[in-house]
């Protein structure tokens, strides 16, 4: 019972309390408004974008070199130790599918085999063609030396019987010489076949021994010592087993310097044009929220890129990291802080302090004045006050109540903040000139001749 009763109190000191806030809502009276301070020091307009760390220097660990000159395009990975393991000069790291290339080397053996037959076949054909071309020599030989013995037998026999006797000795001559000419060039021939088939199984041979090393080669060693990180693909996935290997992109891991890290970060197209070689940048690394770390920008790209299942244009920016630390590691991911202009001893005041009609900025301060200020440039956070305000100026940062109440001052600031805005347009205008311009020269060199046909 007391439990009941204690609850039913409870609920009437809350419902009371509302009523007496409500009231003082709807009577107007005062209720309490955030102030912020006007203060001077140094203005930082930062590009505020996420990283990942990688060695600025990395040695590679790559497939064989030789796979495009073996027609294979298409390797697995196999087998692959552990990202981040330790490895010294010659330990192992990879293991790549050999049974497309046991497939070739297989196709080579046979070849080679059909090579050997063939050198054989051919030595045997030109021992027997030969063979019977000199027997047939020796007996054209014999058949001369039995013309010239007729011959001198017919020396008493009529005119006509000499005559046919000198004419069978001619004829033998001749098929001898014409034979031992073809001789001759049968042996030359025979040398050729030979050469032909020798070289061909010199050839069959070279494959071999080339395709046997390269299959060795499929057990990827370290180079050097070092900690092994996965290689990135064009896709921006890490290789893994299952992973295919391209003559065109070899690498299958990587032994980075920690020595020196850089990160690089993408800057999408809107915020490029601030971004500059050597400027200074704050890096914090997620996995170490508590450390920070210095850097500098050190190259910008020229030409963009757009990421996979992204359809912004971004550009890549590499920035150099100042310390050396041993706990960092590549693929880290980085918040990094690009610090694109510095403005010394300037007045400034959190963007929502700025309220802005017919564009004309003003701020509401805390003496009941609606102050007309000129303003300049402004970060993710604050921006700049050049004219209107002086340090230690307090002001709302919401539109306080009855606004209409406080009293403008600063309409002499009024022509001043559209001069800066006239001139601002005509810079804006000036550089779409220039761009158009350097445009049009450059369509002015590729254009071809009139005279010139295709």
């Known amino acids: 019972m007391k439990k009941l009763i204690y609850i039913s109190i409870s609920a009437i000191v809350v419902l009371i309390i509302s009523v007496v806030i409500f ?8 209720i309490t408004q955030l102030e912020v301070e006007v203060k001077r020091g140094d203005f930082e307009i930062v590009v505020t974008i996420t990283g990942e760390l990688q060695a600025e220097n990395s040695e590679q660990i790559s497939a064989p070199a030789e796979l495009r000159m073996v027609r294979l395009y298409q390797i697995k990975i196999q087998d692959l130790i552990p990202e981040g393991t330790v490895v010294d000069s010659g330990d192992y790291v990879a293991k790549l599918d050999r049974s497309e290339g046991d497939s070739r080397l297989k196709d080579i053996l046979d070849e080679l085999e059909k090579a050997e037959s063939k050198l054989l076949k051919t030595k045997l054909d030109t021992t027997i063609s030969l063979r019977n071309l000199r027997d047939d020599l020796i007996n054209l030989e014999f058949a001369m030396e039995d013309k010239e013995i007729t011959l001198e037998q017919s020396k008493f026999e009529p005119p006509a019987t000499i005559r046919r006797a000198t004419i069978e ?8 010489d014409q034979a031992k000419k073809n001789y001759t ?13 020798e070289i061909d199984l010199a050839k069959k041979t070279r494959q071999r021994d080339e395709m046997m090393n390269i299959l060795e080669k499929f057990t990827v060693k370290a180079p050097s010592p070092g900690m092994v990180i996965y290689h990135k693909e064009w896709s921006g996935q890490k290789r893994k087993v299952g992973s295919n290997i391209s003559p065109w992109d070899l690498t299958v891991a990587t032994l980075p310097d920690l020595s020196s890290m850089i990160t690089e970060t993408y800057i999408n197209e809107i915020d490029i044009s601030k971004i500059k070689t050597e400027q200074e940048v704050r890096i914090g690394v997620d996995a170490f929220p508590e450390k920070e770390y210095t850097g500098q920008v050190f190259e910008v790209a020229n030409i963009g890129e757009q990421l996979p299942n992204t359809d912004a244009k971004v550009f ?3 920035i150099k990291v100042n310390e050396t630390d041993p706990i960092l590691r590549p693929g880290m991911t980085t918040s990094n802080q690009i610090i694109t202009t510095t403005f010394e ?11 802005v009609n017919d564009s004309i900025p003003f701020v509401y301060k805390k003496n009941g004045v609606k102050q007309i200020v000129v303003v ?20 709302f940062l919401t539109i306080p109540e009855n606004p209409e109440k406080y009293k403008t001052q600063g309409e002499e600031l009024v022509e001043v903040i559209l001069q800066k805005k006239e001139q601002k347009r005509l810079e804006e205008e000036a550089l779409k000139a220039e761009a158009a311009e350097e445009a049009a020269e450059k369509g002015k060199k ?5 005279g010139m046909k295709k």
Do not use: C, T, W
């Not at 009231?23 to 005062?30: A, F, Q, R, Y």
């Not at 590729?446 to 009139?450: A, E, G, L, Q, R």
């Open 316 to 318: 890549q920016v590499k």
């Open 446 to 450: 590729v254009k071809m001749p009139s």
């Open 23 to 30: 009231n003082k809502i709807s009577s107007g009276e005062d």
């Open 169 to 176: 000795l001619d004829k033998s001559k001749r098929a001898f």
């Open 185 to 197: 060039l049968k042996v030359r021939q025979a040398k050729a076949d030979m050469r032909e088939a």
């Open 345 to 355: 001893d300037v007045l400034y005041l959190p963007i929502e302090a700025i309220h």
């Open 376 to 395: 300049g440039e402004s970060n993710e956070n604050e921006i700049i006050i050049e004219q209107g305000l002086e340090e230690e100026d307090k002001v």
